[in-house]
């Protein structure tokens, strides 16, 4: 039987729990996980030739333009032709997307919809303790003494990303810019919302729509032909 290989996208708005959701579908289903965050950093560290140009647009509080993204991420899938795959955090634009288009077929794109109001509360409740890392939540995992770590009793921190106004700002811009990709999917009729506040919720109507999909040890076949 000849294996057909599944490529999906996964999309949802910073603290939809996107990553918890990707782990998941990579152990459950055995996809190689491609996130364009990932790729970015990568990048900027090797100090390859698009590295350093990434890292001057960075700097200068830009956008990467499609063009740049477009192309790490088509050459990082060049190395995963005989893979099913989770493509993380791109496409971004419709640009993007259209580009993405020309080369792969997508199977499925996965959309968290998460209520803003759950995820400014779930993120601006996060506080770390810088030294090691703990994260702590003041809704569901508060540390036993307000403001001071359960270990070291140092005080914690709120990273700016978790700041209210700053996660208010992350989620309009996420919107705006992701609204046309979510309507150019749907077009495409290879959208798939999943509407929820809890990631454990969510899980498993992703899990048995991808069942429907496709079949488990299929995945894991095509999967470990890398």
């Known amino acids: 039987m000849v294996l057909r ?19 998941r579908i990579v152990n459950s289903f055995g996809l190689k996980h491609l996130s364009s965050g990932d790729v ?4 900027i560290k090797a100090k390859t030739e698009v590295g350093l ?31 099913s795959w989770l493509l993380d955090g791109f496409p971004r634009t ?14 499925t794109v996965l959309n968290l919809n998460v209520p803003f109001e759950t995820i400014k509360e779930r993120l601006s409740s996060r506080w770390i ?8 939540n003041t809704n569901f995992n508060p ?13 914690l921190i709120q990273r700016n990303d978790d700041k209210l106004e700053t996660v208010t700002r992350r989620l309009k811009s996420y919107e705006t810019q992701t609204r ?3 309507e150019y999917y749907r077009n495409k009729g290879v959208l798939e919302t999943f509407t929820g506040t809890e990631t454990n919720k969510i899980w498993p109507h992703i899990q048995t729509f991808l ?4 079949s488990d040890g299929d995945q894991k076949a095509a999967a470990g032909k890398a």
Do not use: W
């Open 5 to 23: 290989l599944f490529r999906a996208v996964i999309m949802g708005p910073p603290g939809s729990g996107k990553g918890t959701v990707s782990e």
């Open 40 to 43: 970015l950093r990568t990048n």
């Open 53 to 83: 140009l990434v890292k001057s647009y960075i700097d200068q509080g830009q956008l990467v333009s499609d063009d740049v993204i477009t192309r790490l991420i088509l050459h990082d899938l060049k190395g995963l032709e005989q893979c």
């Open 94 to 107: 419709v640009t993007q997307a259209e580009c993405l288009d020309t080369v792969y077929q997508i199977d």
């Open 129 to 136: 303790h810088l030294g090691s890392g703990r994260v702590y």
């Open 143 to 155: 540390p036993k003494i307000p403001g001071l770590d359960d270990v070291t009793g140092e005080p």
């Open 180 to 182: 046309p990709v979510l």
């Open 211 to 214: 069942c429907s999909k496709t």
